[in-house]
């Protein structure tokens, strides 16, 4: 059985985060990781055939990101990709996380029971070799629906808020997000490392987009935003950084990321118990946020 949820006297709460065999991304799970180990809980993680994942090869190191990259030789010259994959403090916690026993013996998502975890966390990651199995899965959208069903906190940042949008209650026939406010990857956001990933990987440019749209849809229609948005009880439910927001320029940039002491970087949306973030810049902040509600 899992602990109880925590409460004011310090319990410990067991949180949950559901992984794609691979390519999630690394700074969503092992920042998320490091803030809630660190704050004193425990994190399990599951997998679909419960071994353990594997991170974006690509957002780890930053090799491949690069024009060069595909010469012999002159991949493990890193350049642009130092600014597109994770940063030094995202790859220290990625390199304890590997070796971290909670996630090398992970469970299946099949033999996972709400009644093993009390907080349920959704990372994310773009590449969809790899995510979109996790982003499609039956298994994982019950799971989801019978968390927010039963009242447990949820966090859900960059794609794997579109998990969670995904996630239709049954007895409602709409997806969980249906009269909350949230917020995602941004098709600003999206659309600028697209453009950029087009460029720098040539060879390979759908590289940052999951899901690209099909003839006769309009640009962005597959974006993570615009599909959250139609899960959404109103347009307006999905919330981004507005003029006038203090920091905005730097919560937009998409080249500045937060730290564990400056959360202005961050743009997060917590909506009762359930707390969503944009991508990786937002995951200190977001991670902290989402304990504050277990």
């Known amino acids: 059985m899992a602990r109880s949820f925590l409460t004011q006297d310090g319990s410990v709460a067991v949180v949950l985060i559901p992984l794609p065999a691979q390519d999630f991304d690394p700074t969503e799970v092992a920042v998320s990781w490091k803030v809630l180990s660190s704050l004193g809980h425990e994190v399990r993680f599951a997998t679909p055939a419960a071994t353990p994942a594997e991170g974006d090869a690509l957002m780890v190191t930053g090799q491949g990101l690069d024009p060069w990259s595909p010469v012999p030789g002159l991949a493990r010259f890193v ?8 940063d030094g403090r995202a790859r220290a916690a990625y390199d304890e996380l590997v070796s971290a026993p909670a996630f090398v013996h992970p469970v299946g998502w ?15 990651g773009h590449r969809a070799r790899g995510m979109r ?38 007895a409602t026939g709409r997806s969980v997000l249906f009269g909350k406010q949230t917020t995602a990857l941004t098709w600003s956001l999206e659309q ?6 087009r460029l720098t990987r040539f060879w390979d440019p759908g590289y940052y987009r999951t899901y690209e ?8 229609y597959m974006s993570v935003e615009q599909e959250v948005t139609r899960a959404l ?3 307006e439910d999905f919330l981004d950084v507005v003029p006038g927001t203090p920091d905005a320029a730097m919560k937009s940039s998409g080249r500045v990321r937060d730290t564990p002491t400056d959360e202005r970087p961050a743009f997060v949306v917590a909506d009762g118990s359930y707390t969503s973030a944009r991508w990786p810049g937002d995951a200190h902040t977001f991670a902290r946020k989402f304990a504050a509600t277990l």
């Not at 350049?79 to 994770?86: M, Q």
């Not at 600028?192 to 990933?197: D, E, N, Y």
Request: aromatic letters at 6%.
């Open 79 to 86: 350049g642009i990709g130092r600014l597109l994959a994770a």
């Open 213 to 220: 749209e099909e003839a006769g849809q309009p640009a962005g």
């Open 192 to 197: 600028r490392a697209w453009r950029v990933g």
């Open 233 to 235: 009880e109103r347009p």
């Open 133 to 170: 199995r996790y982003l499609e899965s039956d298994v994982l959208r019950e799971l989801v629906v019978a968390a927010f069903t039963d009242g447990r906190p949820v966090g859900a940042i960059c794609h794997g808020v579109l998990l969670a949008a995904r996630s239709t209650n049954p």
């Open 110 to 124: 099949d033999d996972v029971r709400l009644d093993t975890f009390d907080g349920l966390l959704l990372p994310g």
